[in-house]
Protein backbone atom coordinates (compact mmCIF):
# COMPACT_ATOMS: atom_id res chain seq x y z
CA UNK A 1 0.00 0.00 0.00
CA UNK A 2 2.82 2.20 0.83
CA UNK A 3 4.10 1.70 -2.61
CA UNK A 4 0.95 2.28 -4.05
CA UNK A 5 0.71 6.00 -2.35
CA UNK A 6 4.00 6.63 -3.42
CA UNK A 7 3.37 6.12 -7.06
CA UNK A 8 -0.20 7.99 -6.62
CA UNK A 9 1.18 11.06 -5.06
CA UNK A 10 3.72 11.39 -7.74
CA UNK A 11 1.00 11.78 -10.70
CA UNK A 12 -0.38 14.88 -11.96
CA UNK A 13 -3.93 15.46 -10.05
CA UNK A 14 -5.99 14.38 -13.03
CA UNK A 15 -4.60 11.43 -12.89
CA UNK A 16 -5.16 11.04 -9.13
CA UNK A 17 -8.49 11.67 -9.93
CA UNK A 18 -8.44 8.75 -11.96
CA UNK A 19 -7.02 6.44 -9.40
CA UNK A 20 -9.96 7.57 -6.80
CA UNK A 21 -11.91 4.56 -7.19
CA UNK A 22 -9.35 2.31 -7.45
CA UNK A 23 -7.34 3.51 -3.93
CA UNK A 24 -10.34 4.00 -2.37
CA UNK A 25 -10.45 -0.05 -2.70
CA UNK A 26 -7.02 -0.69 -1.99
CA UNK A 27 -7.37 0.96 1.06
CA UNK A 28 -10.60 -1.33 2.32
CA UNK A 29 -8.20 -3.95 1.21
CA UNK A 30 -5.64 -2.80 3.19
CA UNK A 31 -7.23 -2.30 6.50
CA UNK A 32 -9.39 -5.16 5.85
CA UNK A 33 -6.26 -7.54 5.57
CA UNK A 34 -5.33 -5.86 8.94
CA UNK A 35 -7.76 -6.93 11.17
CA UNK A 36 -8.21 -10.45 8.83
CA UNK A 37 -8.47 -14.00 10.76
CA UNK A 38 -6.28 -15.62 7.69
CA UNK A 39 -3.92 -18.27 9.13
CA UNK A 40 -0.14 -18.27 8.96
CA UNK A 41 -0.25 -20.63 5.82
CA UNK A 42 -2.87 -17.89 3.72
CA UNK A 43 -0.35 -15.24 4.57
CA UNK A 44 2.30 -16.57 3.60
CA UNK A 45 0.58 -18.04 0.43
CA UNK A 46 -0.22 -14.17 -0.24
CA UNK A 47 2.81 -12.94 0.26
CA UNK A 48 4.26 -15.38 -1.86
CA UNK A 49 2.57 -12.83 -4.35
CA UNK A 50 4.41 -10.44 -6.44
CA UNK A 51 1.86 -7.89 -5.98
CA UNK A 52 -0.72 -9.43 -3.37
CA UNK A 53 -2.94 -6.11 -3.73
CA UNK A 54 -2.89 -5.88 -6.91
CA UNK A 55 -4.30 -9.72 -7.41
CA UNK A 56 -6.76 -9.33 -4.80
CA UNK A 57 -8.19 -6.02 -6.20
CA UNK A 58 -8.43 -7.76 -9.41
CA UNK A 59 -10.36 -10.54 -8.38
CA UNK A 60 -12.43 -8.93 -6.11
CA UNK A 61 -13.23 -6.78 -9.66
CA UNK A 62 -14.30 -9.70 -11.41
CA UNK A 63 -16.61 -11.13 -8.41
CA UNK A 64 -20.31 -9.70 -8.81
CA UNK A 65 -20.47 -8.03 -5.62
CA UNK A 66 -20.97 -4.45 -6.29
CA UNK A 67 -19.58 -1.55 -4.27
CA UNK A 68 -22.44 0.88 -5.98
CA UNK A 69 -24.69 -2.12 -5.07
CA UNK A 70 -23.71 -2.24 -1.62
CA UNK A 71 -23.57 1.86 -1.44
CA UNK A 72 -27.03 2.13 -3.04
CA UNK A 73 -28.43 -0.65 -0.43
CA UNK A 74 -26.84 1.80 2.58
CA UNK A 75 -28.56 4.85 1.11
CA UNK A 76 -32.00 2.66 1.27
CA UNK A 77 -30.97 1.66 4.81
CA UNK A 78 -30.65 5.36 5.77
CA UNK A 79 -33.44 6.53 4.27
CA UNK A 80 -35.56 4.25 5.71
CA UNK A 81 -34.43 4.88 9.24
CA UNK A 82 -34.96 8.35 8.61
CA UNK A 83 -38.59 8.43 7.68
CA UNK A 84 -39.10 5.44 10.97
CA UNK A 85 -37.65 8.07 12.85
CA UNK A 86 -40.00 10.60 11.65
CA UNK A 87 -43.11 8.77 12.04
CA UNK A 88 -42.51 7.74 15.21
CA UNK A 89 -41.83 11.76 16.06
CA UNK A 90 -45.03 12.50 14.35
CA UNK A 91 -46.44 9.62 16.46
CA UNK A 92 -44.94 11.07 19.92
CA UNK A 93 -46.25 14.69 18.78
CA UNK A 94 -49.70 13.53 18.22
CA UNK A 95 -49.80 11.78 21.51
CA UNK A 96 -48.60 14.89 23.07
CA UNK A 97 -51.23 16.74 21.68
CA UNK A 98 -54.20 14.32 21.97
CA UNK A 99 -53.78 14.63 25.91
Known sequence: MKQYEEKLIAM???RILEEA???TIYRE???LMEESDLNARQLRALLKSENPMAEIYA???DTEISFS???RSVIRM???AIIHAE???HRKRDERDAR
Open 12 to 14: PPE
Open 21 to 23: YHY
Open 29 to 31: ISC
Open 59 to 61: RWL
Open 69 to 71: EEV
Open 78 to 80: EAT
Open 87 to 89: MLL
